[in-house]
């Protein structure tokens, strides 16, 4: 017999909710594992025990424990060895739970009756609900996304609902944007969907952010939100939201897609790595294709803007294991899903110790997405009707693939592919003036840039692309035609 074995002393870091009435916010205590540390806690402050541990002895998830960095629920949880000297640190797993629950309030009866399937779950019941009440997430982008997480979210309580978009609603949406119908056609996306949202569940408040989110208003937006859900479509965004939420010590809950794939993953740079962590700098413009040139079955956004909304729920309610430190690909054709394990860059330029980035920037710049320049040489729909009837009109190119072109293009165009541009430049050296169209807009982008290259100086492409065009009125030719 040697005795007991010594007990090292380690510090256990408390946060300011937890912290005892006179603010001491650190506690020593001499534990072999991080369950005898929590034990010893809740031997010292009695009134802490209900909120670390469950009766049943298991750590409960409104709060993580972090050891040398690392939430323990990732090493050996309550049996995790602990050194001489080791720093426990204690963080309430939620931004907006870092007070004390929501003051408890009977519900009405249409409550108990709408949000009876989670007051029977014994990880929601009333204390859940009531925290999805006092909860505020922003859904950046209301589109394929969005809108799936969207109804969800609100059907669920959450209380209050910040609606993010710019764009009106297009008849190409409603193959996935489930928020809209039919008659929303050519209305704005946040009052389409406010009213839809509101149909659903008058008790959630529901605020519009119609402006377009850049450097000078996304932090202000994103500081009012406990999560982001991010739905964005397009780089510069996605960016933008990820900086703004690790500047601001806020969630972002990402989700991408594209054709049959998606990716989700919650970035919290306060717990662990951000988008930026993955992926530093984004690709060269246009080199990743758009839904809008590339396709996407319309369930999958369905698919991946659940799983965001499903980790929303989690971070709100402080329970299970949130995505954090993990990447989610979902291949919708294999049904398979798969996770890569991220970590936070000790270089990242927005949330390592020494950043780069320390205020929001000018992010269609960073992009590479030259705006001005480009909307300069752009052409809308009604323009370019009355341009195509003129005496001498433009030449107008269809970049899109020969199966998109057959299926309807404009009239007179002539269907020269992205792909096999360079082998036509000869022929339209005799060209006038010409415009180039594809289904949304990033591969005539493209072709525009190469032909101004090469020399072509009187070239412009159409905003909006076909699907604008469509959207406008103009005329569509279907079959094969000049080529
Ligand atoms: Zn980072």
């Known amino acids: 017999m040697t005795g007991a074995t010594e007990r090292p002393r380690v510090q256990l870091a408390l946060p300011r909710s937890l912290a005892d009435p006179a603010g001491a916010a650190e506690i020593e205590v001499d534990a072999l594992t991080v369950g005898e540390a929590l034990a010893e806690l809740a031997r010292l402050r009695p009134e802490l025990a209900p909120r670390l541990l469950g009766r049943d002895g298991r750590l409960l998830s409104a709060v993580a424990v972090y050891l040398r960095g690392q939430d ?59 925290r999805l009440a006092a909860s505020r997430v922003l859904l950046v982008g209301l589109g394929g ?6 109804l969800y979210l609100a059907a669920a309580g959450v209380g209050e609902l910040g609606l993010a978009d710019f764009a009106d609603v297009q008849t190409s949406n409603l193959q996935r944007q489930v ?32 402006e377009r989110l850049d450097r000078t208003n996304a932090l202000e937006v994103v500081r009012r939100y406990d999560v982001v859900l991010d739905g964005s479509d397009n780089f510069p965004t996605r960016y933008l939201v990820n900086d703004a939420c690790v500047l601001a010590g806020v969630p972002d809950v990402f989700g991408s897609v594209y054709r049959f794939e998606g990716q989700v993953s919650v970035f919290d740079a306060r717990h662990g790595p951000c988008y930026r962590c993955l992926f530093p700098e984004p690709p060269p ?19 991946v803007g659940l799983l965001q909304a499903t980790e929303t729920l989690k971070l709100l309610l402080g329970v299970g294991r949130p995505l954090r430190g993990r990447l989610l690909l979902v291949d919708g054709l294999d049904l398979g899903f798969r996770e890569l394990a991220l970590t936070k860059a000790a270089d990242c330029p927005v949330c390592s110790a020494a950043p ?55 009239p007179r165009a002539r269907s020269v592919p992205l792909e096999a541009l360079a082998e036509h430049l000869e022929e339209l050296g005799q060209a006038g003036s010409v415009v180039t169209y594809c289904s949304g807009g990033t591969r ?19 905003s909006g692309g076909f699907e604008g065009w469509v959207e406008a009125g103009g005329p569509v030719t279907t079959g094969p035609g000049a080529d």
């Open 179 to 210: 928020l809209y119908t039919t008659a929303d056609v050519g209305r704005p996306k946040v009052e389409a969907a406010a009213d839809r949202l509101a149909a659903l569940n008058p008790g959630v408040r529901l605020v519009r952010h119609p």
């Open 444 to 462: 005539s982008s493209q072709a525009s840039r190469r032909l101004r290259d090469v020399g072509f100086r009187r070239v412009r492409r159409l």
């Open 356 to 410: 780069t980035i320390t205020e929001l920037i000018d992010y269609e710049a960073f992009c590479g997405v030259a705006v001005g320049d480009d909307d300069a040489a752009a052409v809308g729909a009604v323009e370019l009707r009355g341009l195509l009837e003129a005496a001498s009109p433009p030449l107008l190119l269809d970049v899109r693939s020969r199966e998109e072109y057959d299926l309807g293009h404009l």
């Open 145 to 150: 996304l969005g809108a799936p997480a969207a």
């Open 285 to 303: 413009p246009d080199a990743v294709p758009s839904c809008a040139d590339g396709g996407v079955l319309g369930v999958l956004p369905g698919l």
């Open 72 to 130: 323990v629920r990732e090493l050996s949880g309550l049996a995790t060895p602990l050194s001489s000297r080791d720093r426990l640190e204690l963080v309430p797993a939620l931004s907006g739970g870092d007070g004390p629950a929501p003051e408890p309030r009977a519900f009405r009866p249409e409550e108990l009756a709408r949000y009876g399937r989670h007051l029977v779950l014994p990880e929601v019941g009333p204390e859940g609900q009531r």
